[in-house]
């Protein structure tokens, strides 16, 4: 049988849902006892050629880690990279996912992203039947499809498999679908499952071939119900616990209105109904074993155990009186109390840094430190997303320090477009940006590297987008050299690339 993966490999990327530390996160907030994530016995499923669980197994080195994927192809370019890196804590094997048995032992999280729609309905069944190898308090991991999104996208996905079905190579098959779907859109066509076109026509401008032919061309794309998912879940003894984007899965944040009738439908009941109101096309579960009894309460009281992160923005400091507006991804949202500001103001100035909750409250003048309205404040804030929940201490360090230094995958990975950051991201870095990942090894202070750049740039080996004209004396060159490399050694701190000097 041809490995489709072979003559077009899934996009090497990572998915920052899969990340150890917001799945045990997640799973605590409920009130289960997930394992330590960096002690963790950790199966992944479909890791294609490695790259999202390489940068975990780099960033948990004492974890270990196992995995899986049916294609040869893909398996080999995941250990010869893993080779290449001298990860030891870390293993591919090629198999198929139905042969792992007792033998492979229990892990504490099994993580399968895009496995479960886009294999046959028995091999998807298996994946939950894996559930026989998950620990006791451990935590499964699984994306796929669902409908109601994916309701007019089938009927789109079926038109595309007709007109490619004569062509042979994937490429050409991409081509074909991409000048369908802007032949269609062209048309404007006012029928029901033309209503999401558009943004499917900006998927395909925006995606790489290897993530559109296996999303649209590939044989199997099995969307479903989501309480169907929990039923075969079920069946397979695991119990649904929550999804990585919880807000969504939250009735109370779709208004008063909807809480008050979903919220008494519990979270599976309330999740059908939550999905046509977003009209939701893809989930991100997370399963637990079925004897696991889950807390839902949300006790406020909880968050003393966890560190935090700002996942929204400020225009400005908060004011003295009155309430401080804020911006997320989200939306926009505010906060009134002194210790609700302040702790706010904080985590932005630490950001990307993950300070616990004592870290925090210990932050505020002794004035304002009120920890009954900070752990409301913050649990309000993680319901919503305004504020990432997190049980690592990550090395990652928001202050550049004399001597900066990039964290060891992303500086292995330097000649890359691309490399991964401690917040489990692929960021893009120019050719600039990549001497300087290649330099900053903590030994190396800010004028030190913007004293070489001069002296590349006045040697002709290196190409500077000066902010303006070019200055014509070496010491000028040199100060406005340094501003630029202090700016962008600040702006690898806020992606996540920086860990603390020793």
């Known amino acids: 049988m041809t490995d489709p993966y072979a003559d077009m490999p899934y996009p090497d990327a990572l998915h920052e849902g899969t990340h150890l530390d917001g799945l045990a996160a997640r799973a605590r907030l409920h009130g289960v006892d997930a394992p330590d994530p960096e002690t963790a016995r950790v199966l992944a499923i479909g890791t294609a ?43 591919f094997v090629a198999a198929d996912l139905t042969t792992i048995d007792a033998s492979w032992g229990d892990f504490d999280y099994i993580i399968a992203h895009g496995v479960f729609s886009w294999v046959p309905p028995e091999v998807a069944d298996a994946l939950l039947g894996l559930s026989a ?7 499964m991991y699984v994306s796929y499809n669902v409908f109601p999104g994916w309701s007019d996208r089938i009927v789109i996905r079926e038109l595309l498999l007709r007109h490619t079905a004569s062509i042979e190579a994937p490429r050409d098959r991409i081509a074909q ?32 071939d290897g993530y559109l032919f ?31 984007q919880l807000p969504r899965s939250l009735p109370a944040n779709y208004g008063p209105d909807v809480e008050s009738v979903l919220e008494p439908l519990g979270p599976v009941g309330a999740g059908r109904y939550l999905d046509f109101l977003g009209d939701r096309r893809f989930r991100q579960s997370l399963l637990v074993r079925a004897e696991v009894k889950p807390d839902r309460t949300f006790d406020p009281e909880r968050m003393r155990a966890f560190r935090f992160s700002a996942r929204f923005t400020a225009s400005g400091p908060p004011p003295a009186d009155g309430a401080w507006e804020l911006q997320s991804p989200s939306g926009g949202f505010s906060a009134g109390t002194p210790t609700s500001k302040l702790a706010l103001l904080h985590l932005l100035r630490v950001c990307p840094e ?3 909750f004592d870290e925090i409250l210990g932050a505020l003048p002794e004035a304002q430190r009120d920890p009954i309205d900070l752990v409301q404040t913050l649990l309000a804030c993680v319901m919503r997303d305004w504020v990432g929940l997190h049980v690592w201490k990550s090395p990652i360090s928001a202050s550049a320090g004399a001597r900066p230094r990039v964290w060891g995958l992303a500086r292995q990975l330097a000649d890359r477009e691309s490399v991964p950051s401690l917040l489990h991201q ?27 750049l001069v002296a590349l740039e006045e040697s002709g080996s290196l190409q500077v987008g000066w902010p303006g004209a070019r200055p014509s004396d070496h010491d000028g060159r040199l100060r406005v050299l340094t501003d630029l490399v202090q700016d962008r050694v600040d702006s690898l701190a806020r992606l996540g690339l920086l860990v603390a000097s020793r």
């Open 49 to 91: 050629r490695g790259a999202n669980l390489l940068a975990l197994a780099a960033a948990f080195p004492k974890a270990t880690f196992v995995g899986v994927d049916l294609s040869e192809a893909q398996v080999g370019e995941a250990d010869a990279m893993r080779r290449e890196l001298g990860l030891s804590n870390i293993r």
């Open 133 to 139: 190898r998950l620990t006791a308090t451990g935590v």
């Open 177 to 208: 679908a991409r000048e369908l779907l802007r032949f269609l859109a062209s048309q404007k066509p006012r029928a029901a499952w033309a209503h999401d076109l558009d943004a499917i026509v900006a998927e395909f401008d925006e995606h790489e």
């Open 214 to 244: 296996h999303e649209w061309l590939e044989t199997f794309n099995h969307p479903l119900w989501f309480e169907d998912f929990v039923a075969r879940a079920a069946a397979a003894g695991l119990a649904y616990l929550t999804d990585v």
């Open 354 to 356: 993950r300070p616990s």
């Open 426 to 452: 692929n960021v893009r870095i120019g050719a600039l940006g990549r001497l300087f990942l290649r330099e900053l090894d903590g030994r190396t202070t800010v004028p030190e590297l913007a004293a070489r």
